[in-house]
Nanobody
Framework: QVQLVESGGGLVQPGGSLRLSCVAS????????MNWYRQAPGKERELVAR????????NYADSVKGRFTISRDNAKNTVYLQIGSLKTEDTAVYYC?????????WGQGTQVTVSS
């Protein structure tokens, strides 16, 4: 079955950085676009970044452009999100997502807290 397992979250000061990882299994990872979403307390889940199966084409939410970088390693079935120049408003649970056929698959999420 499809599994997505995120890691790399934590507490970081404003201006700091983290690298989030998502290890995928149960499907042919290299064939699918992969997405990172986040959900802050009291807010709807929002798409942060996505990377197409070609590993080159990426899209970002306006709020994170220039600060976040999505990448993937198809040999490791892993998608990364490098998050930098962090702001308090980046505090959220970050989720890895894959859309396979008509189904949406989600990881358990990893908490990122930006605070001084």
């Amino acid at each position: 079955q499809v599994q997505l397992v995120e890691s790399g979250g934590g507490l970081v000061q404003p201006g700091g950085s983290l690298r989030l990882s998502c290890v995928a299994s149960g499907f042919t990872f290299s064939r699918y676009m992969m997405n990172w979403y986040r959900q802050a307390p009291g807010k709807e889940r929002e798409l942060v970044a996505r990377i197409f199966s070609d590993s080159r084409t990426t899209n970002y939410a306006d709020s994170v452009k220039g600060r976040f970088t999505i990448s993937r390693d198809n040999a490791k079935n892993t998608v990364y999100l490098q998050i930098g120049s962090l702001k308090t408003e980046d505090t959220a649970v970050y989720y890895c997502n894959a859309k396979i056929g008509r189904s949406d698959y989600w990881g358990q999420g990893t908490q990122v807290t930006v605070s001084s």
